[in-house]
């Protein structure tokens, strides 16, 4: 086994001196060198078995047979660029279509979401012909150049604002502007984003798109009110741009109640383009960009091809293929919408229980505990989070924290995570908020 060959303090030795320092590792101060990894679980070097509350990307289960063994099958036969006339990329853009509506009915299959969201971009910015962007506060869409400059999580810290970006208020009845109390915070938060546009408008700015994530995790596991999207979807298209729902993190039937998370918003509200990735492949680099004919025939016409060297090939089609196939026999849109409702549940009476957590907000297996040094003021409390990780840790739970404050406990496990691992990360939780020092 590759993960196997040297001793833990040589992998951290050898990473130390031959990876950057920007390339950061889950717990620094004592990371977990991982070998293994099935379903809900990762093993160490020893043996160890960690519930794994953080990876998303194992949307169906860590090494899951079927999507192992589609992979494997496919990868014996053929596996080239897309350029070739072949069954699985069409075959798998006809079931993604299958699970949206009717009008997003044309697919571009990339590498990563990272890529889907600097194409969503260029259709945007071809479809209207304008360059500028509204994003939310905290956003995050990945690492390209291009998404940097759209991401306020990431070019805070370097080069600061464009001039073409714009960012709106991020729809968080919690900690924002409009609260719980609020008699509206859809319409409210919308308001934001138009006054965000016209400010724009009127320094003779044109918006091209309107990117968010269905459910903001960066910026703290944000479920945006009901209503937010369509609200915000007119004001956009009335300034000529197009709404792009980012889907990358929460896609899948991670939701619970729907296959996508921007559906949460209601039956009337359609994105002009979709992105996905992480998710779409269980692990496998392949991610998609769904969108409208209209905005595809204006890309098309520059002449310019789109071309992706290995997005839809043989075998990352396969694998998504795979991936849906297990969804639906497995019931796992359902099974997170069971199994969320309890782990929710069981982390109310937390909240009823311990003061330091300040709310706890989700949907499906996308849940955030909000820790707070003070319930009225709601002052995020950082160390106690980082310390609370670094517990769970010790006690074979993996979770991470996120948010501006870094104080959200953020649960996003592989979809097969149960109740009895609901019940047991719960348990500890409780023990270790009992012993608080």
Same mark, same amino acid.
């Given at each position: 086994m590759a993960g196997a060959r040297h001793a833990k303090a040589d992998t951290l030795a050898l990473r130390l001196r031959l990876l950057s320092s920007s390339c950061r590792l889950f717990f620094p101060e004592a990371p977990v060198k991982i070998v293994r990894g099935q379903g809900q679980y990762l093993y160490d070097e020893q043996g160890a078995e960690y519930i794994d509350c953080i990876n998303n990307v194992a949307h169906v289960g860590h090494c899951h047979p079927l999507v192992v063994q589609a992979a494997h099958e496919q990868n014996q036969v053929l596996n080239t660029n897309s350029r070739y006339l072949h069954d699985n990329i069409v075959d798998y853009a006809q079931r993604l279509s299958k699970t949206l509506p009717e009008k997003l009915c044309v697919f571009y299959f990339l590498n990563s979401g990272s890529e889907a969201n600097d194409l969503a971009l260029r259709l945007a910015r071809q479809y209207t012909g304008h360059q500028d962007v509204v994003v939310l506060e905290h956003a995050y869409h990945g690492h390209l150049s291009s998404l940097i400059d759209i991401s306020p999580y990431k070019f805070q810290h370097l080069d600061g604002q464009k001039e073409w970006v714009h960012v709106a208020p991020l729809p968080d009845t919690y900690r924002g502007p409009y609260r719980e109390d609020h008699p509206d915070p859809a319409v409210a938060y919308a308001?934001?984003?138009?006054?965000?546009?016209?400010?724009?408008?009127?320094?003779?700015r044109k918006i091209a798109a309107f990117f968010a994530e269905s459910l903001p995790s960066v910026g703290g596991q944000i479920i945006p009110p009901a209503g937010y999207f369509s609200h915000v979807a007119q004001h956009i298209r009335r300034a000529g741009g197009l709404f792009v729902a980012d889907e990358i993190q929460v896609g899948f039937g991670r939701v619970g109640k729907?296959?996508?998370?921007?559906?949460?918003?209601?039956?009337d509200f359609i994105p002009d383009i979709v992105?996905?990735?992480?998710?779409?492949? *269980?692990?496998?680099?392949?991610?998609?960009?769904?969108?409208?004919?209209?905005?595809?025939?204006?890309?098309?016409?520059?002449?310019?091809?789109?071309? *992706?060297?290995?997005?839809?090939?043989?075998?990352?089609?396969?694998?998504?293929?795979?991936?849906?196939?297990?969804?639906?026999?497995e019931q796992l849109q359902a099974h997170a919408s069971y199994v969320g409702s309890f782990l929710m549940e069981l982390l109310q009476q937390q909240k009823e229980k311990h003061p330091i957590i300040g709310d706890v907000r989700g949907v499906g297996l996308f849940i955030g505990v909000d820790l707070v040094k003070d319930e009225s003021t709601r002052t995020p409390a950082t160390e106690e989070a980082d310390y609370l990780v670094s517990?769970?840790?010790?006690?074979?739970?993996?979770?991470?924290?996120?948010?501006?404050?870094? *104080?959200?406990?953020?649960?996003?496990?592989p979809m097969c995570f149960n109740r009895d691992n609901a019940r047991h990360v719960v348990a500890m939780l409780d023990a270790i908020l009992t012993a608080w020092p």
């Open positions: 308001n934001e984003v138009k006054r965000v546009v016209s400010s724009a408008r009127e320094k003779g729907h296959f996508w998370a921007f559906q949460l918003q209601g039956e992105t996905m990735g992480k998710s779409i492949g *269980n692990g496998h680099p392949v991610a998609c960009v769904a969108t409208t004919q209209a905005v595809s025939r204006a890309f098309e016409s520059t002449g310019v091809e789109y071309f *992706n060297t290995f997005g839809g090939s043989p075998v990352s089609c396969a694998v998504g293929l795979a991936v849906l196939d297990v969804l639906e026999k517990r769970l840790k010790e006690n074979c739970i993996l979770l991470s924290t996120d948010g501006p404050g870094r *104080n959200i406990l953020k649960f996003k496990p």
